[in-house]
């Protein structure tokens, strides 16, 4: 296993930890992760396994539940941290990383961790940092064009991590932080449901 200097806190849960020490915590395990992929000249990689990583969580029905539930028992919940490593194809030192998270009772805090993992890389380079889900094609081409003309809007430099999602079915997202513009057929393909499902709809 990759060693990851981050400082073990004992048993207690996440209702004992306070605002300020949660905040220094998740400094510590942001820095180290970091740490590692300087080391091994992933940067960009183990950036790209952690925003798929934020993206993973953020589809779990109740996701306040689980991580709650994985936080208070840890290790035996060891299996979810497996396969959620498999489906998304996670580099063995991001796993790990993930692994200690369980072991330490602190996975309830994950995605705070990758929200505070994509600000660090992002401001270390000075530039906005978009990151782009798309269903089918994605080309150098139209990363190029994107990353042109959303550096015009923002006057800024801008870095665009590409990844595939066939469950978009067409189109795009394009994400910065928190803020999502979806521009797929599954959105719209919801939006349409919901229109038709809706009060004012008239058969």
């Known amino acids: 296993m990759c060693y990851i200097p981050v400082e073990e806190y004992g048993e207690e849960t996440l209702s004992d930890v306070g605002f300020v020490i949660e905040n220094a915590v998740i400094n510590r395990y942001v820095k180290s992760l970091h740490g590692v992929s300087l080391q091994n000249n992933k940067e960009n990689e183990?950036?790209?396994?952690?925003?798929?990583?934020?993206?993973?969580?953020?589809?779990?029905?109740?996701?306040?539940?689980?991580l709650k539930r994985l936080t208070l028992l840890a290790y035996r919940e060891v299996s979810f941290i497996e396969n959620m490593i498999g489906e998304l194809k996670l580099s063995k030192e991001v796993g790990n990383f993930l692994k200690l998270l369980l072991k330490n009772k602190r996975f309830g805090l994950i995605?705070?961790?990758c929200k505070s993992y994509i600000s660090f890389v992002e401001s270390r380079h000075g530039?906005?940092?978009?990151?782009?889900t798309y269903a089918k094609h994605?080309?150098?081409e139209d990363e190029n064009k994107l990353k042109q003309e959303l550096g015009t809007i923002f006057q800024c430099d801008v870095e665009c991590i590409a990844r595939k999602d066939s469950s978009?079915?067409?189109?795009i997202q394009i994400r910065y932080r928190s803020k999502v513009l979806d521009y797929s057929l599954k959105s719209k393909l919801v939006r349409l449901e919901s229109a038709i499902k809706g009060d004012n709809y008239e058969h």
Not at 46 to 66: G, T
């Open 46 to 66: 183990y950036l790209k396994q952690i925003v798929s990583v934020d993206d993973f969580i953020k589809k779990i029905p109740n996701n306040e539940k689980v």
């Open 111 to 113: 995605s705070d961790v």
């Open 168 to 171: 978009l079915i067409d189109g």
């Open 138 to 140: 994605f080309s150098n």
């Open 127 to 132: 530039k906005k940092t978009f990151y782009i």
